[in-house]
């Protein structure tokens, strides 16, 4: 059974740091990403991490404070967070797919395949 685990979310101020974690369990990957949803918004790409290169991905939004890394020996993914702000009051979500995704369809997601249960990240002013 595939499981997303994910922990790390809280409450911080504004400027503060937070680390979200994800722990895949039942198989392997070859994209791994991070989404969020703040309330009345959609779902929207944060980062994502090609599991066999490293290769990573950041919206422009969080570039420069936010940082998608893995572990392979504990097949869990990371997002580092740092210099928060209240836009990125949000519940985190980790998300898994099967295929090696394009920098296109990474950002997409419907062409992920397994979800985490999501973890509340709020940031106050």
């Known amino acids: 059974q595939v499981q997303l685990v994910e922990s790390g979310g809280g409450l911080v101020q504004a400027g503060g740091s937070l680390r979200l974690s994800c722990a895949a369990s039942g198989r392997t990957f070859s994209t791994m990403g991070w989404f969020r949803q703040a309330p009345g918004k959609e779902r929207e790409f944060v980062a994502a991490?090609?599991?066999?290169?490293?290769?990573?991905y950041h919206v422009d939004s969080v570039k420069g404070r936010f940082t998608i890394s893995r572990d392979n020996a504990k097949n869990t993914v990371y997002l580092q967070m740092n210099s928060l702000k209240p836009d990125d009051t949000a519940v985190y979500y980790c998300?898994?797919?099967?295929?090696?995704?394009?920098?296109?369809?990474?950002?997409?997601?419907?062409?992920?395949?397994?979800w985490g249960q999501g973890t509340q990240v709020t940031v106050s002013s």
């Open positions: 998300a898994a797919a099967t295929p090696v995704l394009t920098i296109v369809t990474m950002r997409m997601l419907t062409y992920y395949d397994y």
């Open positions: 991490i090609r599991w066999s290169s490293g290769s990573t």
